[in-house]
């Protein structure tokens, strides 16, 4: 008899930003952690929080397992992680306010997928500007790391082996953002890419998903949004595709509607006992809201050309 698990999988916190990586027989998700009580009605975020299951019912909670606190250079926005694992090392790699400064990837490591992490001492990226958030990490076939990042322009640096440093005389790398890479929308650079990038490879092809913004509608929609954001839509979820890691991309096509019920949202995406699963934030937890979010999964397949159709939300998630 089958085993089903309900959205949203974290039900005793507000978490959203969903980060999957597997391990072994045991999935862990790496989450951002939505406060009860909001400072300045904005998105209050102090910690980075675990959570691991093998059957995609059943979750293990492990707690905080890296702060502000462990971060001394950094003062607020403990925002969207990716973690990533190389040489028996955990490397979590998160978006932090800089004390004095924009926002900038701090790298927390660990023995343990599991944590707890303990921060480098400095900044991994940091242009001094506010770009630098939602790095998504991925570690190609011939051993080559790379780190994408940002919001409203996608960029990329090379990771050492170390995974703690990138190849200075390479830089950071601009993505050019063109309709035919990201798909016309509202963003800042008239696409719809706006940030949250997933980077993985499959099956030969390389995978863009990323929170995208859609052609604005009229003005006076009515739509409740975070101060200061100039997006005119809710996020909803996107793909692009690339036969190399570091583009061209082709533009793919929506992969879930705006229907969470929040102004944002973010994908992660993962291979896990022979299925894929999507999993991605709303507002579905009771008290939900903009600044309240929950994180979901979705069970999802893909085409023989490697596309995916449009993934619907999901109420019910059925074990392995």
Known sequence: ????????????????????????????LYTTHDEDELKDNFYTMYDWRCFSTKDMVNWTDHGKIFSLDDIAWADDRAWAPQAAERNGKYYLYCPVHKKDGGMAIAVGVSDSPAG??????????????WNDIDPTVYIDDDGQAYLYFG????????LNEDMVSYD????????PMTVESFGKGSHDTGTTYGEGPWFYKRGGLYYMVYAAFAPAPED???????????????EHLAYSTSISPTGPWVYGGV?????????TNHPGIADFKRRSYLFYHTGELP?????HRSVCVAEFTYNE??????????DDVRGV
């Open 1 to 28: 008899m089958e085993s089903f698990g309900t959205n949203p999988i974290i039900k005793d916190i507000y978490t959203a930003d969903p980060a999957p990586m597997v391990c072994g027989d045991t999935l862990y």
């Open 287 to 291: 008290g939900g809201s903009l600044f």
């Open 151 to 158: 919001n409203p322009e996608l960029r990329y640096v090379l």
């Open 220 to 234: 006076g929609d009515g739509i409740e949004r975070p101060k200061g954001d100039r997006a005119v839509v809710n």
């Open 305 to 314: 050309d490697g596309s995916i159709d449009p993934i619907p939300k999901c």
């Open 168 to 175: 200075e005389t390479v830089g950071v790398v601009k993505i």
């Open 255 to 263: 992969l879930m509607t705006e229907e969470g019920g929040v102004f």
């Open 116 to 129: 707890p992490f303990t921060d480098i001492g400095h900044p991994l990226v940091d242009e001094g500007d």
